[in-house]
């Protein structure tokens, strides 16, 4: 469904993240994932796009085993390392003939371990890309005549290839205005980030939708490496202490992280927010628990899928 219908259908939406397993026993766990998580009735979930070939594939099968055997409706994470214009049309005809409705455009990072030579890509930067969907959507080659609903990654504690926070905007404005119709965040674990960039992007009228993105801290494990996957993310005093004071014992390090992405989306909730979308790694039982726990009703006529 186009996210523009998604959006207006019943706000705020709720979503989650899943990467494409590398190995059987990954897709195992992600399958049960999915079936535990599809009951939820998310109003959407999307997929990460990695940076080499194999991994690509993995992508564009589970997009597709997602929306031919499940209730879900998936949104392709899509990127502009190590593409060129060709490629990138080919992967928007075959989402369009299995009429996915939307696309997360981003730049993308870079393939880990490799020279890499941004400069051979076609799009140097998500704006390309938003305006190449763009022109593809008028192509008419979409069964939605409106073509993919476009959406873009925002950083509330902003990019750090972008020190200069009034120039990251000025970039983010025209990403936006080149036809973005929705945003997802990067994770954050302070609202105030969230509400500030809000904000600013309200400051400088941008006024689409703006879904949060959030991670519950599982393990101390996971705390470094959502640092690493974020690029920074900043991580408030009075959490970690917390952390730390508990660290030997993993089930409340869990407990911990559990309920400050609960106080998390509460507070969203409150303040209004568009939607929030919660990056899973593939596991079900964290977001179970702040689903339950925010009273979100199981859609209790949900059927099994087959994935
Ligand atoms: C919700 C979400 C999902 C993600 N999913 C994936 C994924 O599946 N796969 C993956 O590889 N990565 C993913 N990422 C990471 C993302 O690709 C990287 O953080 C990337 O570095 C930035 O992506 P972007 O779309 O914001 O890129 P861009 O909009 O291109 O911005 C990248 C940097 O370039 C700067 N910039 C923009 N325009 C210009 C310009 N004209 N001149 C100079 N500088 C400019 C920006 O300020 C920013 O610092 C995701 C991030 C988020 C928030």
Do not use: W
Not at 76 to 96: F, G, K
Not at 189 to 212: G, K, T
Not at 232 to 247: E, I, K, N, Y
Not at 249 to 268: F, S
């Amino acid at each position: 469904m186009h996210i523009t219908d998604i959006m207006r259908s019943s706000p705020p939406t709720f979503s989650f993240e899943f990467f494409p397993p590398k190995t059987p026993e990954a897709a195992e766990i992600l399958y049960q994932t999915i079936r535990d998580l599809e009951s939820y009735m998310p109003h959407f979930v999307s997929v990460t796009y990695g940076a080499g070939g194999s991994t690509r594939d993995l992508t564009h099968e589970l997009v597709e085993r997602i929306q031919h055997t499940t209730k879900l409706d998936p949104i392709p994470h899509l990127t502009c390392v190590c593409h060129n214009a060709e490629e990138i049309e080919a992967i928007l005809l075959r989402y369009a003939r299995s009429a996915i409705g939307n696309i997360l455009a981003l730049g993308g990072d870079r393939p880990p371990g490799v020279a890499y030579d941004k400069s051979r890509d076609s799009f140097q930067h998500a704006i390309d890309l938003v305006k190449f969907i763009r022109r593809f959507n008028e192509s008419g080659a979409h069964p939605d005549r409106r073509g993919f609903g476009v959406g873009v990654a925002g950083f509330p504690e902003g990019h750090p290839a972008t020190p200069n926070r009034l120039v990251e905007m000025d970039y983010f404005k025209a990403k936006v205005d080149a036809g973005a119709d929705y945003i997802i965040t990067q994770l954050f674990f302070d609202n105030r980030d969230f509400l500030d960039f809000r904000e600013r992007c309200v400051l400088n009228d941008i006024h689409i939708p703006i879904i949060a993105g959030i991670m519950p801290i599982t393990s101390m494990r996971g705390v470094k490496r959502m640092a690493e996957l974020a690029g920074g993310a900043r991580f408030p005093a009075g959490l970690l202490r917390t952390l730390q004071d508990c660290q030997s014992d993993p089930e409340m390090v869990r407990h911990v992280g559990i309920q400050h992405a609960l106080e998390q989306c509460h507070d969203l909730l409150d303040n209004d927010v568009a939607g929030i979308h919660f990056y899973t790694l593939n596991r079900s039982d964290a977001t179970r628990v702040i689903f339950d726990s925010l009273g979100i009703p199981r859609h209790r006529n949900a059927q099994a899928s087959s994935v």
